[in-house]
């Protein structure tokens, strides 16, 4: 059910990488809170079935299936929040994409690269660049970007996936720098492993990194992507009103082992 007096109570939520672990959680908890939502990926048919869960349940969700390397996609998602909403009050710039191939850097195809910095690094420009227009038009907004341990350093990823966190990390700062004073807040979650979709498919094809990704995490457990969307549920609060420019670490203890 929907919480008329929740943390994000009134507000309009654009989400993307919404169909499935972080981006889902994400999804129902912020329409729980009172959100109104507005879900991106680029699968319609699940997009679709999460949003009719979301409406039956008493919330608010609309969505526009799309790819946030392409900013005319995002640009629509973008559109249709606030012609669905009325407004774009925050957005949970979630997309991101690692692939399960573990080759060493030499042996790993360009097409691996391409798509990591593709949907990582341009996809979440491609959101800034569409969503603060809006938020300025407001004079106010708050902007959460996925980033991970691998803006912290090398953690066993592969390195196209290591640079694109490092860059999401880097542009979360300097947009907060740049727009701080015109009531936009951007912040950046620095996600520990999570049991997702896409980190489910990497422990298949490998299964012994089922281990070794946890062995740096203090709990010595993956997080469930509720955990992760709960702090990302507080960044784009209210109750979050000070804090900008920050790397939020979600991740278990590892940044502080």
Not at 141 to 164: D, E, F, K, L, R
């Amino acid at each position: 059910m929907t919480d008329t007096n929740g943390m994000l109570a009134g507000k309009s939520v654009m989400i993307t990488g919404a169909s499935s672990g972080i981006g889902e959680a994400a999804a129902r908890l912020f329409a729980a809170e009172g959100a109104a939502v507005l879900l991106m990926a680029r699968r319609e048919d699940v997009l679709k079935q999460l949003a009719q869960d979301i409406n039956d349940l008493g919330g608010r969700a609309a969505i526009s299936a799309g790819d946030v390397s392409v900013a005319e996609d995002v640009q629509r998602a973008v559109d249709a929040t606030r012609e669905q909403f009325g407004a774009l009050d925050a957005a949970f710039n979630n997309a991101g994409f690692a692939g399960d191939d573990l080759s060493p850097l030499h042996e790993l195809d360009q097409a691996v690269y391409d798509r990591t910095i593709a949907v990582n690094v341009t996809g979440t420009w491609n959101c800034l660049r569409s969503q603060i227009p809006v938020m300025l038009e407001a004079g106010k907004g708050a902007i959460v970007n996925t980033s991970s341990t691998a803006a912290m350093g090398a953690t066993g990823a592969p390195v196209p996936y290591v640079a694109a966190k490092h860059a999401v990390l880097g542009m979360t700062r300097a947009a907060a720098a740049e727009y701080g004073e015109h009531g936009i807040r951007i912040n950046t979650l620095v996600v520990g492993t999570t049991r997702t979709e896409m980190i489910n498919q990497v422990v298949e094809a490998y299964p012994e990194l089922g281990t070794a990704f946890v062995a740096r995490q203090m709990q010595k457990r993956m997080a469930d992507p509720v955990e992760i969307a709960q702090a990302a549920l507080w960044l784009c609060s209210e109750r979050a009103s000070f804090a900008t420019g920050s790397a939020l670490a979600v991740d278990g203890g590892w940044t502080a082992g």
